[in-house]
């Protein structure tokens, strides 16, 4: 038979119940000072945050109105709730505005509340609270939010599901993620409800642009500080299951294949993870170099050419890269002597070739633009029709 102290060890910890966030995220900020947080239960229940102020705002509800017991006794009355937000309407998320409704009818003889999310949100979740007398307000991402006093920029945030949305506060450099960014594990998109990684790609590099430093997931702990690396870290989970790639692959790798199925964003992403492990790989240049020209960002294309050519002049490839950034910023004679440079060290470069071809049919050349065979047969049918027509009207080719 176990021992009393064996039977203790293996019971769960206390729930450590309702507390301020600046006590979690260890932070003297007023701002945390004023908002509460309840850790979710497992899968049951969402974490909850309440806003404190003139009123009280709730994000994320939860599942289950006991969750707001505890907080009614720290001197917070239920009809002092005003708004609720909604990350998305996932029922451990949700429930509990429903509950609240339900469970206390000073609430309700207040006016209830006005409930915030998403307008794709499911619509059952709003006309229930409706019929409660609550009111519902639809967002579609960009709008501000005034919550207690404060203000939050909305940022719609598909992929767990179609209807997601964060809530970024910039003095505090703050974002609340729902289940968009969790700290222990990505969660998986619900096809049920919109879900999809693509969208997921989207949504995280639209926080990746804010400048973030606390994450306040849906699940899990809060993260001060560190929240941005959070961020990555979904970011660059999502890359590998696109690719469907098992376990950690080489960052190169996983640039390339991105790069073939066209997320020209996401191989810069691992090609900077790959020079920052090894700045001398010159493989990683050269694809960063390309992703940026086709993302029309010639500048720095040529900046990652240049450093290419620095290290060794007669680099083929660097050399064709340079000439199409130059091409890209509308300079077609400046671009010639790169794909001349690069056609006398090897004359059989067909892309050196075909945008030399090009180089001097945008520079008012398209004779000269023809006599190449590779840019001749490159653009056959119609665009070779059209060509001719430039040189000479009265020797249309029909297209093929």
């Not at 520079?363 to 119609?382: D, M, N």
Request: aromatic share 8%; hydrophobic share 40%; proline share 5%.
């Amino acid at each position: 038979m176990s021992n009393r102290g064996e039977v203790e060890q293996e019971r769960e910890p206390q729930h450590p119940g309702w507390q301020p966030l600046a006590k979690v995220l260890k932070s003297p900020t007023p701002f945390f000072e004023k908002c509460f947080f309840l850790q979710g239960y497992e899968e049951f229940s969402s974490n909850i945050y309440v806003m404190t102020g003139d009123y009280l705002t709730i994000v994320d509800s939860g599942n289950d109105y006991t969750a707001f017991m505890d907080l009614f006794r720290l001197n917070l009355k239920p009809e002092d709730i005003k708004k609720i937000v909604l990350t998305h309407g996932h029922l451990d998320h949700a429930m509990g505005a429903v509950e609240l409704l339900r469970s206390y009818p000073s609430l309700r003889e207040a006016g209830g509340f006005e409930l915030i999310l998403h307008e794709a949100a499911p619509p059952q979740l709003k006309e229930v609270v409706k019929e409660f007398g609550s009111r519902v307000t639809e967002v579609r991402g960009g709008e501000t939010l005034e919550l207690s006093g404060l203000e939050w920029e909305v940022i719609h945030t598909p992929g767990h599901t179609i209807d997601g949305i964060c809530l970024y506060h910039a003095p505090t450099k703050t974002v609340i993620t729902g289940d968009m960014v969790l700290p222990e594990a990505m969660a998986a998109p619900d096809m049920y409800a919109g879900g999809s990684l693509d969208h997921y790609l989207f949504s995280l590099k639209a926080l990746l642009r804010r400048d973030i430093e606390n994450v306040l997931p849906g699940h899990g702990r809060p993260v001060a500080l560190g929240g941005r690396r959070v961020i990555e870290e979904t970011y660059e989970g999502v890359m590998m299951k696109i690719i469907g790639a098992e376990g950690q692959i080489p960052w190169i790798e996983g640039a390339t294949a991105l790069a073939q199925r066209g997320l020209l964003e996401e191989a810069l992403f691992c090609c900077e993870k790959e020079m920052a492990r090894n700045p001398e790989n010159v493989r990683a240049l050269e694809l960063k170099g390309s992703c940026l020209n086709d993302l029309g960002r010639n500048t720095e294309a040529m900046e990652v050419f240049d450093s290419i050519l620095a290290r060794k002049g007669d680099h083929v490839f660097a050399l064709t890269g340079r000439g199409c950034a130059l091409m890209g910023l509308g300079r077609y004679d400046d671009s010639l002597s790169y794909f001349d440079h690069a056609l006398e060290i090897d004359a059989n470069i067909r892309e050196a070739l075909i945008y030399k071809g090009m180089a001097l049919y945008l520079s008012g050349k398209p004779e000269e633009a023809l006599e190449i065979e590779a840019f001749r047969t490159e653009f056959v049918g119609r665009m070779e029709g059209e060509l001719r027509r430039k040189t000479d009207p009265a020797k249309e080719v029909p297209p093929a």
